[in-house]
């Protein structure tokens, strides 16, 4: 398999991180969303969208959005539960991380620590209504989290993979965790599950060649 990445990217690290655990080999090409690397043509024929994570499977299809490549990777394997409720579940957070959680936390951490946007009146509005929104988003987790160990049937799950992934770096959005203890000791969980990787740890991808 290869998957086409930018390192910093919350979403492709949700991938590395599943790929992980599963100790599955891949090839990793860095593609460069500041420099405009996913409007090329030659990656807009991989995916039209324009967007990472993108994984090209071992026959050649290639699949994009980062939970739906978690949803594959997760088939058969501890971190997809094996009953329907418990899946559909899984699914719910997954479609809250996209909806309620990512818009807001990871554009926040995006306009402060990557693009690093330029500090007007109209840019600090924008900027606090996305932390506003986030900080509905992790009073959800906070309250969900407070009477678990993790999302779904009190077992890791790429619900948690999805939502790990930006929520550990929501202080680079400018979000202080110290108020929500529940999702502290949650994070710390997850950074304790066997094969563990960190975001900077992209480099480690074994090739698939």
Do not use: C
């Amino acid at each position: 398999m290869r998957l086409f990445d930018y390192p910093l990217s919350g979403n492709g690290y949700k991938v590395r991180l599943l790929l992980a655990h599963l100790a599955m080999p891949y090839e990793y090409v860095p593609v460069d969303i500041l420099k405009g690397e996913t409007r090329m043509p030659q990656f807009l024929e991989k995916n039209p969208n324009g967007r990472i994570p993108l994984l090209q499977l071992d026959d050649g299809t290639y699949l994009a959005e980062s939970n739906a490549i978690l949803y594959l990777l997760a088939q058969n394997t501890s971190y997809w539960p094996t009953t329907a409720v418990a899946q559909a579940q899984v699914l719910q957070w997954l479609f809250f991380e996209q909806y309620s959680h990512e818009p807001n936390i990871a554009t926040a951490r995006f306009w402060i620590s990557i693009r690093k946007i330029e500090t007007t009146p109209f840019n600090e509005e924008l900027l606090r209504q996305k932390q506003s929104l986030g900080h509905a988003a992790l009073r959800v987790m906070e309250d969900h989290l407070s009477r678990r160990r993790y999302f779904v049937d009190d077992s890791y799950s790429i619900a948690d993979i999805a939502l790990y992934a930006y929520t550990h770096l929501a202080g680079e959005g400018g979000f202080d965790l110290a108020r929500y203890p529940a999702v502290r000791e949650w994070l710390a969980r997850v950074r304790g599950e066997p094969r563990h990787v960190t975001i900077d740890q992209w480099t480690v991808a074994v090739s698939a060649g």
